[in-house]
């Protein structure tokens, strides 16, 4: 056996035809286009527009819109959106004149909506359509065709091996043939040599990365045009019907319609919290969830679930979250006559992580005075679900462990009939009468549960009856989510494709030589260096040698016939073509 010195013999030039030889067995081990204007465009108009097109589909401009739309999210995640919080971006005006005017011209009170980010996004999905189908085009045309026959000179690939065996050339390529499938390489024999190739799952990984892509680039805009996202506050006891006035905040995407509401109904029928009750961590929530009773359609049949924080309930494409909790102090008022003019759970807002609350409870219509003069009613609540006496400022525990409920009550109007819309949660004083008390102060009073205030000069009254819990609910409906999700798993695994196979070929030739014996040679040749292909084409030579042995060469003296030979060495080529 000889043992090959791969490479060109020192001082040796390749011709032209060689390297247009070796540029051939090379081709098409890509999809990525033949930049044919890298000397830059002279072709007019039509010049300049192939060389925008080609700029714009190439790979480094898309990475460059995509970072760009990285970078365009930021100021979205951290100044206040006018489609999110119209209050918070209220108040950043209101906060920051100066910078406020700026960011209203860059758009940055509603980024993904502006013009700029808009055009990023637009281009980005330009970019990889016009990226993708021509690749695609190219890639089913190689899938078609054969790989492309051997190099005249094996010795300028980057891999080599030759040896010398008393095999027949048809022996050696049949034996070469198979090998070369079983390993499942397309192969076939290309006149005294046969070609094979393998690894096209990089492209379809590559191919499929910029297809999922795309994928998600739509879901996300249709999920941001079609999507809806609203609160409820929800009391035990009371129900929800999922319609547009029900709601009490509301947002959606341009092109979304209100038939676009899932029919979907449910009831709060109760709520459960625990809390940690010593150790450092008192008072922290150990267990939120809401049991609830819901029916899908106006003739659904009732059905119970159990909503938890992080683990919505799904109907259809809605979601059904639970964001909130707190207390509903339950209330009668009487009139002066001691009627019952007012009967309700008030859901007050919590101000601390142990629930401390506060709000509002206003009496609008019926109640009358001792001389039965009909007025409104304003009573300001603060509500402590655990009430410590030296601590009447806050509550000591979330939970109801000693519920106290202070009331300071007014009458008189409450501006309601005005027409200008006010908060359930806060009571407008300026046409308001204090009540006083025996002494001349103002009446204020703690009740706990059972309990009654009563109202000066035979007024009514007004009876903490008991509390009750509320849940808060973001119900969200974005359509296609499972189709981003779906984009974003195939992107990963197309990445994982494109980045850790790779596209080689390997070449085995045999022709008789001047001394008649067969000369077999053998070259690998990948997209990129990599030290895979001299190691895999060492492991083909190395099975394909013990099926045709070597023979020793005439010029030096063989050893004996019973003696192994060795094995065919696999050395990068000296001025290979990397």
Known sequence: MSKSTVGSAPGETPAASDEQDLGAAGSQLSTAPVDTLASGPALGLIGWVRWFWRQLTSMRVALLLLLLLALGAIPGSLIPQSGTDETKVAEFRQAHGTLAPIYDRLGLF?????VWFSAIYILLFVSLIGCIVPRTWQFVGQLRSRPPGAPKRLTRLPAYTTWRTDAEPEQVREAALTLLRKRRFRAHPAGDAVAAEKGYLREVGNLSFHIALIVMLVAFACGQLYKSEGNKLVVEGDGFSNTLTQYNDFKSGNLFSTDDLNPFS??????????????????????????????????????????????????DDSKIYLTAHGYAPVITVRDGKGDVVYRDA?????????ITSSGVIKVLDGYRDAKGVGEQLGISAFFLPTYTKGSEAASTFPALRNPVLNLTPYHGDLGVNSGIPQSVYQLDKSHMKEFKDSKGAQLRDNLEPGETMTLPNGAGSVTYEGTKEWANFQITQQPASGWALGGAIAAIFGLAGSLFLQRRRVWVRAVKGDDGVTVVEMGGLGRSESAKVPEELGDLAGILYDQTPSTPDPDTPGPPASSASPEPEVVPAEGAEK
């Open 266 to 315: 449910f009831t709060l029928e109760k709520f459960t919290g625990t809390y940690e009750t010593s150790g450092p961590n008192t008072g922290t929530a150990r267990t939120f969830q809401s049991a609830i009773t819901y029916s899908v359609g106006a003739y659904g049949k009732d059905k119970k679930a159990v909503v938890k924080v992080n683990h919505p309930l799904e109907i």
């Open 346 to 354: 008030v859901p007050l807002l919590p101000l601390d992580s142990n």
């Open 110 to 114: 509603h980024v993904y909506s502006s």
